[in-house]
């Protein structure tokens, strides 16, 4: 089972809204990774967790915040967004030996608008 | 720095060969994949080499290595409208977690 699962496929928020992205994997994977992709361009990465603990955060404002609660589980808690945050949001996983990643499996993404 | 480049788009007719082709700059040990994004889709993993493998193939799916010229290929037989996707060039170093991605080559099949 190669399969990363995100929920909800689609999401429209307000400015003022709160809202959760959610992933899950079943892989048995110890890295994942929340990425941004616009149209017609490669996905962004956001963060990467490793075993459960933050290990990179590519300089993301604050309004996005990522929560890993167990090794199959990773959310981006949303929070006061802008509409140039309107994107595709793609989760991934991989597994991880000795602090290096391997092959990356990809979810189906959250399409996010912002309005 | 690290960078993957790779051309932005091909148009190949049913039947025929596709050839994706891709550039890396980093000199270490690396992982070079394809990937492959559908419109509104993730991205699915196609195949991947190692940076001292010269080819690898799996059934439609040819990839060839060039290490001096750090230049990789993604040869696909027989393409068939289904293919039609952006395809992802992106490389791995494998002292870490970033993968860099190239941005991608609209592949466009004609029936």
């Known amino acids: 089972d190669t399969e990363v699962t995100q929920t909800p496929k689609h999401l429209v928020m307000g400015m003022t809204n709160k809202k959760s992205l959610k992933c899950e994997q079943h892989m048995g994977h110890r890295a994942m990774y929340w990425y941004k992709q616009k149209a017609k361009k490669p996905p962004e990465l956001m963060f990467v967790y490793s075993y459960e603990k933050l290990s990179i955060n590519e300089s993301v404002p604050s309004r996005f915040s990522p929560e890993c609660p167990n090794s199959s589980l990773l959310n981006l808690h949303l929070h006061a967004l802008q509409p140039e945050d309107s994107a595709l949001y793609l989760c991934?996983?991989?597994?991880?030996?000795?602090?290096?990643?391997?092959?990356?499996?990809f979810g189906p993404g959250t399409r996010l608008t912002v309005t | 720095g690290e960078d993957v480049e790779q051309s932005l788009f091909l148009s190949v007719r049913e039947g025929d060969s596709s050839v994706i082709n891709c550039t890396y700059t980093?000199?270490?040990?690396?992982?070079l994949y394809w990937y492959k994004q559908e419109p509104g889709a993730g991205l699915q993993l196609l195949t991947y080499i190692f940076s001292n493998m010269d080819m690898k193939q799996d059934q439609r799916l040819t990839v060839l290595l060039n290490k001096k010229d750090k230049h990789l290929s993604l040869r696909i037989a027989d393409t068939q409208t289904g293919d039609s996707a952006i395809y992802f060039c992106a490389e791995l170093n494998t002292g870490g977690f970033k993968t860099i991605f190239g941005a991608g080559t609209r592949l466009f099949v004609k029936a």
């Open positions: 991934a996983s991989s597994q991880e030996r000795r602090g290096r990643a391997y092959e990356q499996y």
């Open positions: 980093d000199s270490s040990s690396t992982y």
